[in-house]
Nanobody
Framework: QVQLVESGGGLVQPGGSLTLSCTVS????????MGWYLQVPGKQRQFVAD???????KYGDSVKGRFTLTRADERNTVFLQMNSLKPEDTAVYYC??????????????????WGQGTQVTVSS
């Protein structure tokens, strides 16, 4: 069973930093991209950053220059270093693994997966 487990959220003052991590487990063959989205109550999930299986990294406009996405060599864990945090960064951050090729028993399947979400609060 494929699972995404997130950690690293919390409360931080404006201008501070936090690092989120997300680990995917299960019989993974590959994925198209793995990364982060944020969601504020009452609004749709918003793209933050992701990295493709081949290593191409993309960022949402609101976080460019402040957030940095990296990945472990094994490709199973991604890290989101968030610097210069602003109150408007406050949200639940969800890890996403998109178009994951994985084994369901003896046969391969293709699905998208989400983590449970981790709260990030930027406040003085």
């Amino acid at each position: 069973q494929v699972q995404l487990v997130e950690s690293g959220g919390g409360l931080v003052q404006p201008g501070g930093s936090l690092t989120l991590s997300c680990t995917v487990s299960g019989s993974i063959v590959s994925y198209s991209a793995m990364g982060w989205y944020l969601q504020v109550p009452g609004k749709q999930r918003q793209f933050v950053a992701d990295i493709s299986w081949g290593g191409t990294i993309k960022y949402g406009d609101s976080v460019k220059g402040r957030f940095t996405l990296t990945r472990a060599d094994e490709r199973n864990t991604v890290f989101l270093q968030m610097n210069s945090l602003k109150p408007e960064d406050t949200a639940v951050y969800y890890c996403n693994a998109d178009t994951v090729i994985h084994y369901k028993g003896a046969y391969p399947g293709e699905d998208d997966f989400w983590g449970q979400g981790t709260q990030v609060t930027v406040s003085s």
